[in-house]
């Protein structure tokens, strides 16, 4: 019996109810090993990296914590990062250090969600690890089985990510009225992230019939309870007309204030309205300035504009070299129009 082999090894190490043997407790405990049980690989370890029983021996420590990290052993998993962190029977490796103990973090707060499923914020949450393989295999049936539960429990968090479950097919049957349904009664909660969702679903016709006045109704509620992403799409809605009468000063503010803080969006339509003129007076160096800040962010559109400007020298010195190295930056994330400008520059 392997557990009472692993209680038997541990009974003669601390001397509890028999004189206390290090030597036997060691000899318990590594036939609990050599079956692959991760505790008892951990305990060899620790018996080596301690010389407990045995001569210490930094190299099968490391082995026998990799051993048991392998089988899911949180604390070998720690152990294990401790050990490439401080050189300790393996070459050192910060990177790997931070990774394992990052992991180790990770499950031990997936083990305590999965006994303590005793509120809609601990059941939302286990979800939520299970959606995104944090701590645990990526499983998106029983991802989404928890959003259901979280949900029943009234939980605005929960009943988003089952509504995009329902949209998107995952964990369970694709059903775009289910996710409408799900998302619609947070919309109706004044909650920001539903109405944003919303007016997605009636802009292009998902789960309902499509109804651009109602898309913009539900993307300017979403605005106005602050979700920069619905004033960004408000500040569309304005340009295009679409939903409502053209207004490109509203777009121009909504814009400047979908802009604020690091939303790369916003900051590159910011920087179009100053370069086309859009609601503001054309000035190319501040479309420039912006176009910089969001391309620094990754944004592909802002990464292509940055390449135009520096291939035609607009109001910059003209740089072949710098737009084919932020076409390339923005070819690598699949910008189509970069990889065109790209291709034409570098075969000319």
Do not use: P
């Amino acid at each position: 019996h392997i557990l009472a082999q692993t209680f038997a090894g541990e009974c003669y190490q601390c001397g509890n109810g028999t004189i206390k043997n290090e030597k036997l407790a060691f000899e318990y405990i590594e036939k609990v090993a050599n079956k692959n049980f991760a505790n008892g690989q951990l305990r060899i370890g620790y018996f080596y990296d301690t010389g407990v029983g045995i001569k210490q021996d930094i190299n099968n420590a490391f082995y026998w914590y990799e051993k048991a990290a392998n089988n899911g052993n949180i604390m070998a998993i720690y152990n294990l990062g401790y050990c490439y962190n401080n050189g300790k029977g393996v070459t050192k490796d910060i990177n790997k250090a931070i990774y394992l103990e990052k992991l180790s973090f990770e499950k031990e707060i997936y083990n305590w969600l999965l006994n303590n499923q005793n509120n809609s914020n601990s059941i939302f949450l286990l979800g939520y690890l299970n959606r995104f393989g944090i701590g645990t295999s990526k499983n998106n049936k029983k991802a989404f089985n928890l959003f259901i539960s979280a949900s029943e429990k009234h939980h605005f968090l929960a009943q988003t990510f089952a509504g995009e479950c329902y949209q998107c097919g995952n964990g369970i049957t694709k059903n775009e009225k289910l996710a409408f349904d799900y998302l619609e009664k947070l919309a109706n909660k004044n909650f920001a992230h539903g109405q944003y969702r919303i007016g997605y679903f009636y802009e292009n016709g998902i789960g309902i019939k499509k109804d651009l006045k109602k898309a913009f109704h539900y993307y300017e509620k979403s605005a106005n309870n602050g979700n920069k992403m619905a004033t960004y799409i408000l500040g569309y809605c304005y340009k295009n007309g679409k939903g409502v009468e053209k207004d490109y000063n509203k777009a121009f503010e909504l814009f400047r204030q979908s802009a604020t803080g690091e939303y790369s969006n916003g900051i590159v339509m910011l920087g179009y309205c100053y370069e086309i003129g859009i609601g503001i007076e054309i000035d190319m160096q501040k479309a420039f300035e912006l176009y910089q800040k969001s391309a620094d962010l990754e944004n592909m559109v802002a990464q292509y504009n940055l390449g135009v400007m520096y291939e035609n020298g607009k109001e910059i010195t003209k740089d072949l070299n710098k737009a084919i190295y932020w076409y390339k930056k923005s070819a690598q994330q699949g910008y189509q129009k970069a990889h065109y400008r790209l291709n034409l520059l570098q075969y000319q």
